[in-house]
């Protein structure tokens, strides 16, 4: 043993230089090898055990010796990497020659043998071909007899489908025709040519005719002479192109009279494409179409009586100014020339005429900004810098700023929104202008004016410190002529005019206030406005 295992041999690693990758790659590949090879052997014998008609069991074994010698000699290259035991090595690699030999030659003297032995699968469709032919001639005779059993019981399947087929249709038509004349529509159905087929009940109840005048062309008898031939000549039109129809026209009931219809027709297709069938309804619209033409008339009325309006606002505030200028000319002048000479109650009454004309020239000017505010909607349309006007206001309004001590801060986060520049200074001043005007006693004005987004809308708050108001009056604070303090100057017409002025650009005005603490007005406008001006 000393011999066989224990001499001066270089293991077989010093010829990879021990590299790891090379050393370790011959070594797992030569272990996979040796494991493939042992389980041949093993599964040689396996099917020799359960083969016992195999005839050539000593070249099995044979074969497995020179297999499990190869896995052997794998086993021994992974050993000498680290151990050299070639001497071993040699000897099973000398057996497995032998072996390999014995299998060579017994596998050349076995071959012509084993390849005229037939192939299991031909012995097994060999005996299945038998068994077949016998089976086929015990059944042939149970096909036969079953055979007419088969076509009877077809037969009898195919009579019930076809019962119940039948009933399913005349159920579906019963269900179509009493939904069809529980709908308040008259409704018809027609071929594929346009050639009517069914009128529910309504029709027939409207129009008087009996379903066999109706079917085919007779329906059109039913059309008013001015419309049937548009109507026909419209059908026909779709029909032939295979498209929705739709037109309206006057239909003349049982008693005569005629009512206005909106007729629509839409083709049954199959899965080809090809139309089979047409579904249609005739909805009565006689009323819609009465109530159109009163609102298109009324429509003019009011028009006229706005234009009417107008005329008599721009008519009165252009007649009157000149008359009350005068009155503020001539009562100045009274009032220059005597009131070093009248009473202290003479001086006040001139000072009250005063006031009423001044207030009546307010009025005036009011009207004319109603006016002007109704007829100029989304005019002058354009991209409005909010900052702009910001800057724009303090300094027109500086010294009323400086008077009230008022503080203005802004939160721009949104600084531009589409609206007419005129209508938007109108409104901005009106409410900034109110912040400080209704300003709390004790404290200085504080306004803020912040910007957002908020849905299809650029939202503008303005928020201040003053005297508020009570929440339940704020519909009343948008009325025309509406005030709720009475301690500071107004026409009450402020508000009114804002409200106005967002709601016929499509915004709207949200307010939100407490006593003694201030309010906040919130102005919404319409982002659509600005997509419009881009296009």
Same mark, same amino acid.
């Given at each position: 043993?000393?011999?066989?295992?224990?001499?001066?041999?270089?293991?077989?690693?010093?010829?990879?230089?021990?590299?790891?990758?090379?050393?370790?790659?011959?070594?797992?590949?030569?272990?996979?090898?040796?494991?493939?090879?042992?389980?041949?052997?093993?599964?040689?014998?396996?099917?020799?055990?359960?083969?016992?008609?195999?005839?050539?069991?000593?070249?099995?074994?044979?074969?497995?010796?020179?297999?499990?010698?190869?896995?052997?000699?794998?086993?021994?290259?992974?050993?000498?990497?680290?151990?050299?035991?070639?001497?071993?090595?040699?000897?099973?690699?000398?057996?497995?020659?032998?072996?390999?030999?014995?299998?060579?030659?017994?596998?050349?003297?076995?071959?012509?043998?084993?390849?005229?032995?037939?192939?299991?699968?031909?012995?097994?469709?060999? @005996?299945?071909?038998?068994?077949?032919?016998? #089976? !086929? *001639?015990? +059944?042939?005779? /149970?096909?036969?007899?079953?055979?007419?059993? =088969?076509?009877?019981?077809?037969?009898?399947?195919?009579? @019930?489908?076809?019962?119940?087929?039948?009933? #399913? !249709? *005349?159920? +579906?038509?019963? /269900?179509?025709?009493?939904?069809?004349?529980? =709908?308040?529509?008259?409704?018809?159905?027609?071929?594929?040519?346009?050639?009517?087929?069914?009128?529910?009940?309504?029709?027939?109840?409207?129009?008087?005719?009996?379903?066999?005048?109706?079917?085919?062309?007779?329906?059109?008898?039913?059309?008013?002479?001015?419309?049937?031939?548009?109507?026909?000549?419209?059908?026909?039109?779709?029909?032939?192109?295979?498209?929705?129809?739709?037109?309206?026209?006057?239909?003349?009931?049982?008693?005569?009279?005629?009512?206005?219809?909106?007729?629509?027709?839409?083709?049954?297709?199959?899965?080809?494409?090809?139309?089979?069938?047409?579904?249609?309804?005739?909805?009565?619209?006689?009323?819609?179409?009465?109530?159109?033409?009163?609102?298109?008339?009324?429509?003019?009325?009011?028009?006229?009586?706005?234009?009417?309006?107008?005329?008599?606002?721009?008519?009165?505030?252009?007649?009157?100014?000149?008359?009350?200028?005068?009155?503020?000319?001539?009562?100045?002048?009274?009032?220059?020339?005597?009131?070093?000479?009248?009473?202290?109650?003479?001086?006040?009454?001139?000072?009250?005429?005063?006031?009423?004309?001044?207030?009546?020239?307010?009025?005036?000017?009011?009207?004319?900004?109603?006016?002007?505010?109704?007829?100029?909607?989304?005019?002058?349309?354009?991209?409005?810098?909010?900052?702009?006007?910001?800057?724009?206001?303090?300094?027109?309004?500086?010294?009323?700023?400086?008077?009230?001590?008022?503080?203005?801060?802004?939160?721009?986060?949104?600084?531009?929104?589409?609206?007419?520049?005129?209508?938007?200074?109108?409104?901005?001043?009106?409410?900034?202008?109110?912040?400080?005007?209704?300003?709390?006693?004790?404290?200085?004005?504080?306004?803020?004016?912040?910007?957002?987004?908020?849905?299809?809308?650029?939202?503008?708050?303005?928020?201040?410190?003053?005297?508020?108001?009570?929440?339940?009056?704020?519909?009343?604070?948008?009325?025309?002529?509406?005030?709720?303090?009475?301690?500071?100057?107004?026409?009450?017409?402020?508000?009114?005019?804002?409200?106005?002025?967002?709601?016929?650009?499509?915004?709207?005005?949200?307010?939100?206030?407490?006593?003694?603490?201030?309010?906040?007005?919130?102005?919404?406008?319409?982002?659509?406005?600005?997509?419009?001006?881009?296009?």
């Amino acid at each position: 043993m000393d011999h066989t295992f224990h001499r001066d041999f270089m293991p077989h690693g010093h010829c990879y230089f021990w590299e790891p990758g090379i050393v370790w790659t011959h070594a797992v590949s030569d272990s996979i090898i040796a494991l493939a090879y042992f389980i041949i052997p093993f599964m040689l014998v396996h099917i020799v055990r359960k083969r016992r008609d195999f005839k050539y069991i000593w070249m099995g074994v044979l074969f497995a010796v020179f297999i499990l010698g190869c896995g052997t000699t794998h086993v021994f290259d992974v050993i000498n990497i680290w151990k050299p035991y070639y001497v071993a090595d040699a000897s099973i690699r000398v057996i497995t020659a032998l072996a390999s030999i014995g299998t060579a030659i017994m596998l050349v003297k076995i071959t012509p043998k084993i390849l005229v032995i037939p192939s299991t699968e031909k012995w097994k469709q060999v @005996n299945e071909e038998l068994l077949t032919n016998q #089976e !086929s *001639l015990l +059944k042939s005779n /149970e096909e036969l007899s079953k055979t007419e059993q =088969i076509l009877k019981d077809l037969n009898a399947d195919l009579e @019930n489908r076809v019962k119940q087929r039948t009933e #399913e !249709s *005349l159920k +579906k038509a019963e /269900e179509f025709e009493f939904l069809s004349d529980t =709908i308040p529509q008259l409704v018809w159905t027609t071929d594929a040519d346009g050639q009517f087929e069914y009128l529910n009940k309504r029709w027939l109840q409207y129009t008087g005719q009996s379903l066999e005048k109706a079917k085919g062309s007779g329906w059109s008898e039913a059309i008013h002479p001015d419309h049937v031939e548009y109507a026909i000549e419209k059908w026909r039109t779709c029909v032939q192109e295979e498209v929705e129809f739709q037109t309206e026209f006057c239909l003349r009931n049982a008693s005569g009279a005629y009512r206005w219809f909106l007729a629509k027709g839409i083709p049954m297709k199959n899965k080809n494409g090809k139309v089979t069938k047409w579904f249609g309804t005739c909805t009565d619209i006689h009323d819609q179409k009465v109530q159109a033409k009163e609102l298109e008339a009324a429509n003019i009325d009011l028009k006229r009586i706005n234009n009417d309006l107008d005329n008599f606002i721009y008519t009165a505030s252009h007649d009157l100014r000149a008359p009350i200028s005068n009155m503020e000319g001539l009562l100045n002048t009274i009032y220059g020339e005597a009131k070093d000479v009248c009473s202290t109650e003479v001086n006040t009454l001139f000072m009250m005429l005063n006031t009423s004309v001044a207030r009546l020239k307010t009025t005036i000017d009011d009207l004319t900004d109603i006016s002007r505010v109704q007829k100029n909607v989304n005019k002058d349309l354009t991209t409005i810098d909010i900052s702009e006007v910001l800057e724009e206001f303090k300094e027109n309004h500086k010294d009323q700023i400086a008077t009230h001590s008022a503080v203005i801060q802004a939160n721009l986060a949104e600084n531009f929104v589409a609206f007419s520049k005129k209508n938007f200074r109108s409104v901005f001043y009106n409410l900034v202008n109110n912040a400080i005007k209704y300003h709390h006693p004790d404290r200085n004005p504080e306004i803020t004016i912040s910007t957002g987004k908020e849905g299809n809308y650029i939202t503008l708050t303005i928020a201040d410190n003053g005297i508020g108001f009570d929440n339940s009056q704020r519909d009343k604070l948008f009325g025309m002529f509406k005030r709720l303090h009475s301690h500071v100057e107004g026409s009450g017409i402020g508000l009114y005019i804002v409200k106005r002025i967002m709601e016929n650009s499509n915004g709207k005005v949200e307010v939100d206030s407490e006593v003694g603490k201030g309010s906040t007005f919130k102005l919404y406008f319409p982002i659509l406005g600005i997509e419009e001006e881009g296009k």
